[in-house]
């Protein structure tokens, strides 16, 4: 009885209790764990993996939008499960009736991530949709006990993932898209006071209370500011339940200074003072998205080499799998995680527990021709590439595109001619000897435009620059000869030419230990143009092989090292990046 009193009281208690500011979060140290991690399981699994459904680079957890904003083809397949004449809510309540979870076995999800070589997971027990994937209180018919699976998924998988010596973690949206107290992204966002405290506090306490994660991933939270959820509050009274092994992230709305950094689908970001993790799919979606291309999929090379260097720029990886309605993770996927343990089972020294090493990557750069007909428009510069998702073999950020063309195929008529530039990042625009720059931080609603006067009847040469930093790429130019009243494209015959740098390795360093990722197979012998010189008693070796190897350094500290001796059986054994272990004990 004592129990459950103590329960309720850290239920109902009011947060003010526990108040602390930013700077007294910030003053507690980050647990080491995380830090040394370096990989985690990201694990979307609700009701929009029944209909499992987005354009090919969309998100398919954001399905319950979708039908807010009326989307086409989010539209059409719902009208498979619903009426879709009924209010958003009322459509998707139905879902429940066809998520059976009915070969789900959280062991063998468990075991699976396990063997992928991560060190903890972090299930989404509760998307911007509100279904819950546990037994609510908040929520007493909208979860996964009450309705579809009609199991606890939360307690399941967490006790199965904790069986196996792994650390548990939740996400959590922070507002809702289908909650009466405040519908997110249509309520007014100052209305949500209510809500959160009615709602959102109690229902994050319960989650908390029963299950004490390690790890809090919060989401959502852009339209809000942190002391409208709360924020610090809430980190404050977390941290005091679950002890000095939790950690949450940093999207807990606007002002929130606390947590680990989440970049989601880009390059590595380099932070050695914040811990970091970038969170992504192994395709373009989170939720399970049948309509997504295979091209979207890393390969195991892409994935373990891109691994490789957020642990080298001092960050780590919380890599999403995606399961299909009926439990099962999609074989595809399976095969990516196992491919990854495997390289880890052999290589794991130079990641877990790892630091930065200076300089932590060398670089090659790399240019390729991008015609007109490999372009997703053909005769006009206007795309959208989401989260990143650019032309095959370039990198999904830090890229430069380039492209020259002539007007056509009918010249410009004689007038003032009004031209926008609207996109992301940097845009160089020049038009004869006229040229516009374009910064999306320094304009609003990501849009320029400038007043030319063209002498006409003669064809214009038009080159484009563009450079791209991070998460979106996206570029539009159009014109206007009517004083701004209707806008075109551009047209013109383009050339394009992308370049950037190529990542050919990339260093990690432990103790005394220096280790070098290589990204292409080496040879009879691999050159490294600078290391500090090292003792005549270093030892190095490649991982996965036995015995030492031969090296020699020049005084100007180029390293030479000798891999004739090498096994073939042994050496042929190793891929997608082979590491080379510096003793210098």
Not at 240 to 269: D, F, L, M
Not at 449 to 466: E, R
Not at 505 to 519: G, P, S
């Amino acid at each position: 009885m004592k129990r459950i009193a103590a329960y309720l009281l850290t239920l109902t208690l009011p947060l003010a209790v526990f108040c602390q500011s930013w700077d007294s979060l910030n003053s507690r140290p980050y647990p080491e764990w995380f830090g040394n991690a370096k990989l985690g399981i990201f694990v979307h699994w609700g009701l929009y993996s029944v209909p499992a459904y987005a354009s090919p680079e969309g998100y398919a957890e954001w399905f319950y939008r979708g039908l807010m904003v009326k989307d086409s083809g989010r539209c059409r397949v719902m009208s498979q499960y619903a009426d879709t004449t009924l209010p958003v809510f009322d459509q998707y309540k139905e879902l429940p009736k066809y998520w059976h979870a009915e070969r789900w076995n959280p062991a063998d999800w468990a075991g699976l991530f396990k063997q992928s070589g991560a060190k903890y997971v972090v299930l989404v027990t509760k998307h911007h949709d509100g279904y819950c994937l546990w037994d609510s209180p908040q929520q007493p018919e909208w979860n996964s006990v009450a309705s579809g699976p009609r199991r606890n998924i939360v307690e399941e998988l967490t006790d199965a993932v904790r069986k196996e010596g792994l650390l548990m973690g939740f996400y959590y949206s922070l507002p809702e898209w289908s909650n009466p107290r405040h519908v997110w992204m249509h309520d007014p966002d100052s209305a949500i006071g209510d809500y959160v405290e009615n709602y959102m506090v109690p229902q994050f306490k319960d989650l908390v209370t029963r299950y004490k994660p390690e790890l809090i991933f919060a989401d959502g939270d852009w339209q809000n500011t942190a002391e409208q959820f709360r924020s610090a509050e809430l980190i404050d009274w977390y941290y005091r339940t679950v002890g000095p092994s939790a950690i949450v992230n940093n999207r807990w709305g606007q002002g929130s200074r606390h947590g680990y950094k989440t970049p989601e689908y880009s390059s590595a970001i380099f932070d050695t003072l914040t811990p970091w993790a970038e969170c992504r799919g192994i395709g373009r979606s989170f939720g399970y998205n049948s309509n997504e291309n295979l091209d979207n999929y890393l390969t195991p090379t892409q994935l373990i080499q891109h691994f490789c260097e957020l642990v080298a720029s001092g960050g780590g990886l919380t890599l999403n799998v995606g399961p299909m309605a009926d439990g099962t993770i999609p074989q595809l996927q399976q095969e990516r995680l196992l491919e990854l343990g495997r390289w880890l089972q052999v290589n794991g020294e130079a990641i877990y527990g790892t630091k930065p090493w200076t300089p932590h990557s060398s670089l090659q750069s790399k240019s390729t021709e991008r015609t007109k007909a490999e372009l997703p428009h053909t005769t006009t510069i206007d795309f959208d590439w989401v989260r990143n998702a650019p032309l095959n073999g370039m990198p999904v950020d830090n890229f430069e595109i380039r492209w020259e063309g002539i007007t056509g195929p009918v010249p410009p008529k004689e007038g003032d001619y009004i031209i926008r530039v609207e996109g992301d990042d940097e845009v160089w625009l020049t038009i004869g000897k006229d040229t516009l720059y374009y910064n999306h931080n320094w304009v609003e609603n990501n849009r320029c435009q400038a007043t030319l006067h063209l002498d006409g009847n003669q064809m214009l040469l038009i080159g484009v620059k563009y450079r791209e930093k991070d998460l979106e790429s996206k570029v539009r130019i159009t014109w206007s000869s009517d004083g701004g009243k209707t806008f075109t494209p551009i047209y013109a015959d383009w050339h394009g030419v992308a370049s950037w740098e190529r990542t050919l390795r990339c260093f990690t360093q432990k103790d005394n230990d220096l280790y070098v990722i290589e990204f292409e197979r080496p040879g009879q012998e691999l050159v490294i143009n600078y290391i500090p010189h090292l003792k005549k008693s270093t030892q190095i070796s490649l991982l996965g092989t036995t015995g030492t190897l031969k090296w020699k350094q020049t005084k100007k500290g180029t390293l030479a090292i000798d891999l004739s001796t090498i096994k073939p059986e042994e050496f042929n054994a190793l891929d997608h990046a082979w590491v080379f272990k510096v003793s210098n004990h």
